[in-house]
C-alpha cells in the first residue's frame, strides 16, 4: 500500500483542526475517517498484477545521443487502472520521463512516449516496472513491480566520425578512383593499359602483347583483402585518465576510426580487447558491420587493475591470420618500467607484421613542463635577489611548483625514450593527445596502404 499527497493533506487539516478548535477529538475523528476513505481506495483500485508491460525500443543507443522509445501498459482487469508507472532503469540510462501517469479503462492499452539519454556506455538493464494502482478518490494505491526484463547495449560514442570523410578521400587516391593518379603504389593487379614513355619495363605484360600486337603493361593497386588486427588495451593503463576521460575510451574511438576506414578499403578487420586474458574478439568484421559490432563488443569493455598479457599478443594474432597484416597496439608508452612488457613482445610482432603503437599525452603534464624555463631564470641575476624578497609561503608555493614542472619534464623525457625504443624495435610510435591519436592512426594506416608494407 502507498499513501499520495492528498492523503497527506488531509491528515494536515485534522492537525488544523485541533489547533483551531483547541481539543483533539476532533482531529481524532477527522484522522479516522481520512484512514477509512483511503482504505476504501485501496480496494477500489485496480490490481496491479492484471497489468501488462510492453516495450517498444531500440537494442542500441549511441552514448551522448537520444533514442526514443513507448512504454505500453495493457489493462486486463475489471477496473479502470489510474496509475502512476516507474521504469526501473538505471539512472546512466538517461531515461525519461522518469515517472508516466496513466489512465486505462478495464480491457484496453494506452501508450506513453520515453526517451533514452545515455551517459554512459556499457550493457543497461532493467528486471521490472512499478506500478502504483490509486483508486477512485486518488488518496492510496496498490503498488507492485512486474517482472518485465529488458537490455539497452549502450555504444561508444564515435566522435572521431568527423575524420572519416578526409580519410577516405584519401584512400580512393591510392585506389586510382579520383583524378589523382598514383604511380608505383600497390602490389595487387587492377588493369591492363598500352604502354607509355616512362613505364617501368617490368611492368609489361607479354601475353597480352602478344595478343594485342602492341605492348601493353599491366597496372598496380594498393591490396586489399589484407588483415587488420586492433588490440586494444584493457588493463590498468586503460583506466589512466586523461583530461577527465579514461585513456580506454581514447583507444575506443581510434579503433572504430580504424575499423570503419580499413572495412571500407576492403580490409578485414579483427578486434581484440585484452588486459591479463583476452576479454573480447570480433573476427573478418566487414564494411557493412564493423561499426555496429565494434561499437557492441566496446561498449562492454571497462579498464581493470590486472597488468596486460603483452606476451599473449604474438599468439592471438597468429590465431587470426599467418599471413603480414598490421597490428595496432592501442595502449600508452609511458616508462620503461609500466611498458617494458609491451616493449619485450615488439620485436617478435614487428619480424612479421606492421606494428603501429600508440602512446597517449596529457596536455596538462605538457603545459607543466613548458613553464620549467620559467623556473630555470630563477638562477640568474636581479630575479634571484627578488625571489629573496618574496614571503616564506609564496617562496614554498614556487618551490613546489618548480618540482612540479621538474616531475612533469621527466615524464615526458621517459615518454621519448620508450617511444625511441620501440622504434628501434621496428614499430612506428604515434604519440598525440587523446583528440589527435584516432586520425593519427588513421593516417598510419594510410601510409603503410600507400608503401605496400600491408
Given at each position: 500500500?502507498a499513501i499520495?499527497g492528498?492523503?497527506?493533506?488531509?491528515?494536515?487539516?485534522?492537525?488544523?483542526?485541533?489547533?483551531?478548535?483547541?481539543?483533539?477529538?476532533?482531529?481524532?475523528?477527522?484522522?479516522?475517517?481520512?484512514a477509512?476513505?483511503?482504505?476504501?481506495?485501496?480496494?477500489?483500485?485496480?490490481?496491479?498484477?492484471?497489468?501488462?508491460?510492453?516495450?517498444?525500443?531500440p537494442?542500441?543507443?549511441?552514448?551522448?545521443t537520444?533514442?526514443?522509445?513507448?512504454?505500453?501498459?495493457?489493462?486486463d482487469?475489471?477496473?479502470?487502472?489510474?496509475?502512476?508507472?516507474?521504469?526501473?532503469?538505471?539512472?546512466?540510462?538517461?531515461?525519461?520521463p522518469?515517472?508516466?501517469?496513466?489512465?486505462?479503462?478495464?480491457?484496453?492499452?494506452?501508450?506513453?512516449q520515453?526517451?533514452?539519454?545515455?551517459?554512459?556506455?556499457?550493457?543497461?538493464?532493467?528486471?521490472?516496472?512499478?506500478?502504483?494502482?490509486?483508486?477512485?478518490?486518488?488518496?492510496?494505491?496498490?503498488?507492485?513491480v512486474?517482472?518485465?526484463?529488458?537490455?539497452?547495449?549502450?555504444?561508444?560514442?564515435?566522435?572521431?566520425?568527423?575524420?572519416?570523410?578526409?580519410?577516405?578521400?584519401?584512400?580512393?587516391?591510392?585506389?586510382?578512383e579520383?583524378?589523382?593518379?598514383?604511380?608505383?603504389?600497390?602490389?595487387?593487379?587492377?588493369?591492363?593499359?598500352?604502354?607509355?614513355?616512362?613505364?617501368?619495363v617490368?611492368?609489361?605484360?607479354?601475353?597480352?602483347?602478344?595478343?594485342?600486337?602492341?605492348?601493353?603493361?599491366?597496372?598496380?593497386?594498393?591490396?586489399?583483402?589484407?588483415?587488420v588486427?586492433?588490440?586494444?588495451d584493457?588493463?590498468?593503463?586503460g583506466?589512466?585518465?586523461?583530461?577527465?576521460?579514461?585513456?580506454?575510451?581514447?583507444?575506443?574511438?581510434?579503433?572504430?576510426?580504424?575499423?570503419?576506414?580499413?572495412?571500407?578499403?576492403?580490409?578485414?578487420?579483427?578486434?581484440?580487447?585484452?588486459?591479463?586474458?583476452?576479454?573480447?574478439?570480433?573476427?573478418?568484421?566487414?564494411?557493412?558491420d564493423?561499426?555496429?559490432?565494434?561499437?557492441?563488443?566496446?561498449?562492454?569493455?571497462?579498464?581493470?587493475?590486472?597488468?596486460?598479457?603483452?606476451?599473449?599478443?604474438?599468439?592471438?594474432?597468429?590465431?587470426?591470420?599467418?599471413?603480414?597484416?598490421?597490428?595496432?597496439?592501442?595502449?600508452?608508452?609511458?616508462?620503461?618500467?609500466?611498458?617494458?612488457?609491451?616493449?619485450?613482445?615488439?620485436?617478435r610482432?614487428?619480424?612479421?607484421?606492421t606494428v603501429?603503437?600508440?602512446?597517449?599525452?596529457?596536455p596538462a603534464?605538457?603545459?607543466?613542463?613548458r613553464?620549467?624555463?620559467?623556473?630555470?631564470?630563477?638562477?640568474?641575476?636581479p630575479?634571484?635577489?627578488?625571489?629573496?624578497?618574496?614571503?616564506?609561503?609564496?617562496?614554498?608555493?614556487?618551490?613546489?611548483?618548480?618540482?612540479?614542472?621538474?616531475?612533469a619534464?621527466?615524464?615526458?623525457l621517459?615518454?621519448?625514450?620508450v617511444?625511441?625504443?620501440?622504434?628501434?624495435?621496428?614499430?612506428?610510435?604515434?604519440?598525440?593527445?587523446?583528440a589527435?591519436?584516432?586520425?593519427?592512426?588513421?593516417?598510419?594506416?594510410l601510409?603503410?596502404?600507400a608503401?605496400?608494407?600491408?
Amino acid at each position: 500500500m502507498a499513501i499520495s499527497g492528498r492523503f497527506v493533506a488531509l491528515l494536515a487539516v485534522g492537525v488544523a483542526l485541533v489547533v483551531l478548535l483547541g481539543t483533539g477529538w476532533a482531529g481524532l475523528v477527522w484522522v479516522g475517517v481520512v484512514a477509512v476513505a483511503a482504505a476504501v481506495d485501496v480496494l477500489l483500485a485496480a490490481d496491479p498484477g492484471r497489468v501488462r508491460i510492453e516495450r517498444r525500443m531500440p537494442r542500441l543507443a549511441r552514448r551522448g545521443t537520444v533514442a526514443d522509445g513507448t512504454l505500453v501498459v495493457a489493462n486486463d482487469g475489471g477496473r479502470p487502472l489510474r496509475a502512476v508507472v516507474r521504469d526501473l532503469w538505471e539512472p546512466s540510462t538517461g531515461y525519461a520521463p522518469s515517472r508516466v501517469r496513466v489512465v486505462v479503462p478495464a480491457g484496453e492499452r494506452r501508450t506513453a512516449q520515453v526517451r533514452f539519454a545515455p551517459f554512459r556506455r556499457g550493457r543497461r538493464r532493467t528486471l521490472g516496472v512499478a506500478v502504483r494502482a490509486f483508486g477512485p478518490l486518488g488518496l492510496a494505491a496498490r503498488q507492485r513491480v512486474l517482472p518485465a526484463p529488458a537490455e539497452l547495449v549502450v555504444t561508444p560514442p564515435f566522435r572521431s566520425r568527423r575524420h572519416l570523410p578526409s580519410r577516405l578521400a584519401r584512400l580512393r587516391e591510392l585506389d586510382g578512383e579520383t583524378t589523382l593518379q598514383l604511380r608505383g603504389h600497390g602490389t595487387e593487379f587492377d588493369s591492363l593499359r598500352e604502354y607509355v614513355r616512362g613505364d617501368d619495363v617490368r611492368s609489361i605484360d607479354w601475353r597480352a602483347t602478344a595478343r594485342r600486337q602492341d605492348l601493353v603493361v599491366r597496372t598496380w593497386r594498393p591490396e586489399r583483402d589484407r588483415r587488420v588486427v586492433v588490440v586494444v588495451d584493457a588493463g590498468r593503463v586503460g583506466a589512466g585518465r586523461v583530461e577527465d576521460e579514461p585513456r580506454l575510451d581514447t583507444f575506443i574511438e581510434s579503433a572504430l576510426l580504424l575499423g570503419a576506414l580499413a572495412a571500407a578499403a576492403g580490409d578485414r578487420v579483427d578486434l581484440v580487447v585484452l588486459d591479463d586474458r583476452v576479454r573480447e574478439r570480433v573476427a573478418g568484421a566487414t564494411r557493412t558491420d564493423v561499426v555496429q559490432r565494434f561499437g557492441e563488443t566496446l561498449s562492454r569493455a571497462e579498464p581493470g587493475l590486472a597488468a596486460t598479457d603483452w606476451a599473449s599478443v604474438p599468439d592471438a594474432v597468429a590465431a587470426v591470420t599467418t599471413s603480414r597484416a598490421f597490428v595496432v597496439l592501442l595502449s600508452s608508452l609511458d616508462s620503461v618500467g609500466a611498458s617494458g612488457d609491451l616493449l619485450a613482445v615488439l620485436p617478435r610482432l614487428t619480424g612479421r607484421h606492421t606494428v603501429v603503437v600508440t602512446s597517449i599525452t596529457d596536455p596538462a603534464v605538457t603545459d607543466a613542463a613548458r613553464g620549467r624555463t620559467e623556473a630555470t631564470a630563477l638562477r640568474g641575476g636581479p630575479i634571484v635577489g627578488r625571489v629573496a624578497r618574496l614571503q616564506a609561503g609564496a617562496v614554498g608555493a614556487a618551490g613546489r611548483d618548480v618540482h612540479r614542472r621538474a616531475a612533469a619534464e621527466r615524464t615526458l623525457l621517459d615518454a621519448d625514450g620508450v617511444a625511441d625504443v620501440a622504434r628501434r624495435a621496428g614499430a612506428e610510435v604515434v604519440r598525440g593527445v587523446p583528440a589527435d591519436v584516432p586520425p593519427l592512426v588513421a593516417d598510419a594506416y594510410l601510409r603503410a596502404k600507400a608503401a605496400g608494407r600491408l
